[in-house]
């Protein structure tokens, strides 16, 4: 039986050699001299734009995960929050293999009062609602603009999967006090996160986390991207835009990659030309994207090294 160390060594190293992999593709198949005229005539003032609406989004999402550690009983201030938050943004850009920002966000939260798995539940009820919001909204926006999006058999395909998901995750959430002997053969501190995750019952709280979700994924995920597309001179079509760039969302989220290095720039330069978008251009954004992701995760670098020496993380 492997040790965690090993494990995770391997886990990093599965990811390192996806993320080369599609880096190594992109090399490969882009035109870089078409790729510097896209760059060399970005607009600043619409990337700066782009930018105040990406920290726009990134305060949504400090006040999301502040409230829910505030609904699970904690008494973590907004200030401590944000600063936690955007450490954990600058871990996860600076030091991926690291332990990984959610997984930072737990430990700070949970290690002042011991409840190591009620922090970890609010990370990923967060995380959740997220996914929730967005995989409606791609269905959503993908309905509307049907003759673009879900006529085309690689997107009917994944909305297809995702409604799945969905009625199989909310066939699990309504059923879930029905459903504790299934999981017995799971380790008791799984079975406690578990528990923890299923304790968000207040229907209120549900909502308004997911309003505020769906905020942030129109805000930080679409007209963020979408300011990129003007700061380069490229209108989109609106509604199938929506609809694939939070496809494109989802499928960066999938842990296969480090940070979604690689990933998030092969799914823009694979998916979005199928919408009437050029692929040097959609690839232009998604570089200047996180470029722009980095530097604001910048914010976050005395805040980690800060509580790094006074958590006394290794």
Same mark, same amino acid.
């Given at each position: 039986?492997?040790?965690? *160390?090993?494990?995770?060594?391997?886990?990093?190293?599965?990811?390192?050699?996806?993320?080369?992999?599609?880096?190594?593709?992109?090399? +490969?198949?882009?035109?870089?001299?078409?790729?510097?005229?896209?760059?060399?005539?970005?607009?600043?003032?619409?990337?700066?734009?782009?930018?105040?609406?990406?920290? &726009?989004?990134?305060?949504?999402?400090?006040?999301? +995960?502040?409230?829910?550690?505030?609904?699970?009983?904690?008494?973590?201030?907004?200030?401590?929050?944000?600063?936690?938050?955007?450490?954990?943004?600058?871990?996860?850009?600076?030091?991926?293999?690291?332990?990984?920002?959610?997984? #930072?966000?737990?430990?700070?939260?949970?290690?002042?009062?011991?409840?190591?798995?009620?922090?970890?539940?609010?990370?990923?009820?967060?995380?959740?609602?997220?996914?929730?919001?967005?995989?409606?909204? !791609?269905?959503?926006?993908?309905?509307?603009?049907?003759?673009?999006? &879900?006529?085309?058999?690689?997107?009917?395909?994944?909305?297809?999967?995702? !409604? *799945?998901?969905?009625?199989?995750?909310?066939?699990?959430?309504?059923?879930?006090?029905?459903?504790?002997?299934?999981?017995? !053969?799971?380790?008791?501190?799984?079975?406690?996160?578990?528990?923890?995750?299923?304790? #968000?019952?207040?229907?209120?709280? &549900?909502?308004?986390?997911?309003?505020?979700?769906?905020? @942030?994924?129109?805000?930080?995920?679409?007209? &963020?991207?979408?300011?990129?597309? +003007?700061?380069?001179?490229?209108?989109?079509?609106?509604?199938?835009?929506?609809?694939?760039?939070?496809?494109?969302?989802?499928?960066?989220?999938?842990?296969?990659?480090?940070?979604?290095?690689?990933?998030?720039? +092969?799914?823009?330069?694979?998916?979005?030309?199928?919408?009437?978008?050029?692929?040097?251009?959609?690839?232009?954004?998604?570089?200047?994207?996180? @470029?722009?992701?980095?530097?604001?995760?910048?914010?976050?670098?005395?805040?980690?090294?800060?509580?790094?020496?006074? #958590?006394?993380? *290794?």
């Amino acid at each position: 039986m492997s040790s965690p *160390g090993t494990k995770n060594t391997l886990q990093l190293l599965a990811k390192s050699t996806v993320a080369a992999g599609l880096i190594g593709l992109l090399v +490969w198949r882009v035109d870089w001299t078409d790729m510097w005229g896209e760059f060399s005539k970005a607009s600043v003032p619409f990337l700066l734009v782009a930018a105040l609406l990406y920290v &726009f989004g990134i305060e949504l999402c400090v006040h999301r +995960w502040w409230r829910t550690a505030q609904f699970k009983g904690f008494s973590m201030s907004l200030r401590s929050a944000r600063e936690h938050f955007y450490a954990g943004l600058f871990l996860n850009n600076f030091l991926p293999s690291f332990i990984g920002g959610d997984a #930072y966000q737990s430990y700070i939260l949970g290690k002042s009062e011991k409840r190591y798995a009620a922090a970890f539940s609010s990370v990923m009820f967060v995380r959740f609602t997220g996914l929730f919001v967005t995989i409606i909204l !791609f269905l959503l926006f993908g309905l509307i603009g049907y003759k673009d999006v &879900f006529s085309q058999n690689l997107f009917a395909v994944f909305g297809i999967s995702l !409604f *799945g998901f969905l009625l199989v995750d909310a066939f699990f959430f309504y059923a879930r006090r029905h459903l504790h002997e299934a999981f017995d !053969f799971l380790p008791e501190k799984i079975r406690n996160v578990f528990g923890e995750i299923g304790g #968000y019952t207040d229907l209120r709280f &549900f909502r308004d986390t997911l309003v505020v979700s769906a905020i @942030f994924t129109i805000v930080g995920v679409g007209l &963020f991207n979408m300011m990129i597309f +003007w700061a380069l001179g490229s209108p989109v079509p609106i509604i199938p835009y929506f609809s694939v760039v939070f496809l494109i969302s989802i499928i960066s989220s999938l842990p296969v990659s480090v940070n979604n290095i690689g990933l998030k720039e +092969w799914a823009y330069y694979a998916f979005l030309p199928l919408i009437g978008i050029r692929p040097e251009t959609a690839l232009a954004v998604a570089l200047l994207g996180r @470029f722009l992701q980095i530097l604001v995760s910048l914010m976050g670098a005395s805040a980690f090294f800060r509580e790094k020496r006074e #958590y006394d993380i *290794g």
